[in-house]
């Protein structure tokens, strides 16, 4: 599942998922923003553990699903995904439209330094 991309449904089911580490479909809808029907929910997380994102044991008369694509790995995908069809594939240009936004302030545009800063010594130190 390493590079997964997700439908917006799906990804925000995973969302909640990744939040609670584990939940039932009631808990699942009860998180999410649209008020969804329960069998929508359902039929979501079944479609997601037919492509293997997740899993789920039974808790009584329910199952409580899991996981099963850390959301790092899904994060790759999205972000390839996303700088393909919106940003003409150029990583520049979506860290551009990042810092030039109001949506940082200036704790977190000194966070994003350090890790280019960071990741330019490792470049120049022959780390890969």
Known sequence: MTGRVFTPREL????VLWDLEAATVAEVRERLAD???YTTVLSVL????????VGHEAEGRAYR???LVDWRDAGRGELRRLLRKVFKGSPELLVQQLVTTDDL?????E????????RLAED????D
Do not use: I
């Open 105 to 109: 302030d200036a704790r977190e545009l």
């Open 46 to 53: 079944q479609t997601l553990e037919e492509k293997g994102a």
């Open 124 to 127: 120049e130190g022959g780390g």
């Open 35 to 37: 008020d969804l029907a």
């Open 65 to 67: 699903y899991h996981p």
């Open 111 to 118: 966070r994003l330094r350090d890790l280019v800063d960071r």
């Open 12 to 15: 925000d089911v995973m969302s």
